[in-house]
Structure formats: structure tokens, C-alpha cells
């Protein structure tokens, strides 16, 4: 069974950083694409940002320039470096992946998310 899991949201005051992490568990053979989404209540999801197995990123045009993520594929983990956080990043973070289990069969899995509030 594999499981990604969250870690590093909270409170933090505008213009404060904070750094998520994603670890993938489990039997794992390989990490492809993965991914961190974000969902405001009553919105859409959103693709805030994703990571290659490769190292090739891409961006939400909102967060680019403060957000960074990276990967460290001996751990199976990915983060998120938010720099200069803005209320309007106030979100559930989810973690996506798509895994290549112990077994060698392919799935797309999410986390359960976790809580990022900017306010002062």
C-alpha cells in the first residue's frame, strides 16, 4: 500500500515562509510526476505546482517567483518552498504523485492534505 503524507502547513503571518514536505511510503519502486495542488472551499482545485522525475518544474503564474519545488528522489519526497506568503495562499495543500509500486503497477495517488493560513 502506498501513502503520501503531508507535513509542514500552518499559521503564518504575510510575507512569512513556510516549507511542505510529501513523503511517499510503503513499497515504492519509483516516483514519476509529482505534484502540489491547493483547495479553497467552495473553489476549484488548483495545480500550484509539479516536478518531473527529471528535475523540470512548472508553476502557477500567482506563485512563481515565491514558491519553489524541489525533490529528493532517494527519500520519495517532494517539497514546497512558499517564500512571501499572501492571504490569498490560504489553502489546503495536497500532495500528488504518480508511483510505480513494489509490484511494477502504475497508480496516481493523493495525500490527505494539509492546512497553509496566512493571516496576521
Known amino acids: 500500500q502506498v501513502q503520501l503524507v503531508e507535513s509542514g502547513g500552518g499559521l503564518v503571518q504575510p510575507g512569512g515562509s513556510l516549507r511542505l514536505s510529501c513523503a511517499a511510503s510503503?513499497?515504492?519502486?519509483?516516483?514519476?510526476?509529482m505534484g502540489w495542488y491547493r483547495q479553497v472551499s467552495g473553489k476549484q482545485r488548483e495545480l500550484v505546482a509539479s516536478?518531473?522525475?527529471?528535475?523540470?518544474?512548472n508553476y502557477l503564474d500567482s506563485i512563481k517567483g515565491r514558491f519553489t519545488i524541489s525533490r529528493d528522489n532517494a527519500k520519495n519526497t517532494v517539497y514546497l518552498q512558499m517564500n512571501s506568503l499572501k492571504p490569498e495562499d490560504t489553502a489546503v495543500y495536497l500532495c500528488?504523485?504518480?508511483?510505480?509500486?513494489?509490484?511494477?503497477?502504475?497508480?496516481?495517488?493523493w495525500g490527505q492534505g494539509t492546512q497553509v493560513t496566512v493571516s496576521s
Open positions: 500528488n504523485g504518480n508511483v510505480e509500486n513494489g509490484s511494477r503497477r502504475f497508480r496516481n495517488y
Open positions: 516536478i518531473t522525475s527529471g528535475g523540470s518544474t
Open positions: 510503503g513499497s515504492i519502486f519509483r516516483t514519476y510526476d
